[in-house]
């Protein structure tokens, strides 16, 4: 059916044409702004300065575990089940009816019993039956696959069998020495902060058997400041009781503890010191370039072919001084030497 103009109204006309101007505008926005190359960059967070730090290595105590074979696996008892032991048939002989007349084909086997029983299809047919094999326990275990005491991540110089104990001992050893380096106070406004980073002071404590500190010994670190420091912390912690153990393992404290005190953890910042500069040689020194002269050394003196004017500048009062006699004194030192 065709469309006459006359079907639609002089405003239906005009809405619909201004609909079609909008949509025709807002395309060519869109294209416009898609062309123009903005978008919206993600905010570049600041790059973080690189600091060096000084590592020290420290000797772990803790034992190590010992090298084993690998397991062999198996299932839990529960799932295992007993292999249904096989019925053995021996091999026998029986009379054919079709059998030839040959020497050569008689059996070797035993004839069979008239009532004796056949053996099924699957059976399994030895030659003769041993009456005195022993029977075998099918639940136990070949003793050349046996595991050796350990763990396969371990090493051969380690003592502990057990690898969660080795865990759990690692972990409460640092827990001991993080309740030392909590009760310890770094001096770090009396000594520089490149000696104090440097400072290392092993103490070795004994423990009574209430897991209290009894008594204790520190090797010196070389700085007495903070050799004194340690020895006030370790005063303060004579009498107290250390943490607990694992309830499972109570004998993993040991009768000695051995916390390592150092100024690592100090908060002061090492200044960077630039090289010094060498100094230059005195005009009238003869040391080589390679020697730097120091402040302390007196610059060699000329021999006696000096000229005596020079002599008595280095001596010469500053010139705030109105001293007009100290100046003209060494004029007489001509006629002394005629």
């Not at 048939?89 to 008689?106: G, T």
């Not at 090493?155 to 865990?167: M, N, S, Y």
């Not at 759990?168 to 000594?191: A, C, E, H, Q």
């Not at 943490?243 to 200044?271: E, H, M, R, S």
């Amino acid at each position: 059916m065709p469309i006459r103009p006359q079907d639609f109204s002089r405003k239906e006309i005009q809405r619909a044409v201004g609909f079609a101007g909008v949509i025709e505008l807002g395309l060519l926005i869109l294209m416009g702004s898609a062309d123009s190359g903005a978008s919206i960059a993600p905010e570049k967070e600041p790059e973080k300065a690189l600091v060096p730090i000084q590592i020290t290595p420290v000797v772990d105590e803790t034992p190590l575990l010992k090298l084993g074979s690998k397991k062999k696996p198996k299932l839990p008892s529960m799932w295992r089940r007993k292999p249904t032991p096989k019925k053995l048939f021996e091999e026998v002989s029986a009379p054919a009816e079709n059998a030839e007349d040959d020497p050569e084909e008689l059996p070797t086997s035993r004839l069979a019993e008239l009532d004796e029983e056949a053996p099924p299809p699957d059976a399994s047919i030895v030659k003769e039956l041993d009456e005195d094999v022993p029977e075998v326990d099918a639940s136990a275990e070949d003793p050349e696959e046996l595991s050796e005491d350990g763990d396969e991540m371990g090493v051969e110089e380690g003592t502990e069998t057990d690898p969660l104990k080795a865990r759990v001992v690692s972990l409460y050893r640092m827990k001991i020495i993080g309740w030392f380096n909590r009760r310890f106070r770094i001096p770090d406004t009396k000594i520089p902060c490149a000696e104090l980073k440097s400072l290392r002071a092993p103490v070795a404590v004994a423990v009574n058997s209430q897991r209290a500190v009894a008594s204790y010994t520190i090797k010196s670190s070389g700085n007495a400041i903070f050799d004194a420091r340690v020895r006030a912390s370790m005063d303060a912690t004579i009498g107290q009781q250390l943490p607990p153990p694992p309830p499972k393992y109570p004998d993993i404290l040991g009768t000695t503890v051995q916390p390592v005190f150092n100024g690592l953890q100090a908060k002061c910042k090492v200044a960077a010191v630039p090289p010094a500069a060498r100094p230059k040689p005195p005009a009238g020194s003869d040391s080589p370039p390679s020697e730097p002269a120091t402040p302390t050394e007196p610059a060699p003196t000329e021999p006696e072919s000096a000229e005596p004017e020079s002599t008595p500048e280095p001596a010469a009062p500053p010139a705030p001084d109105p001293a007009p006699a100290i100046p003209s004194e060494p004029s007489p030192a001509p006629e002394l030497s005629e």
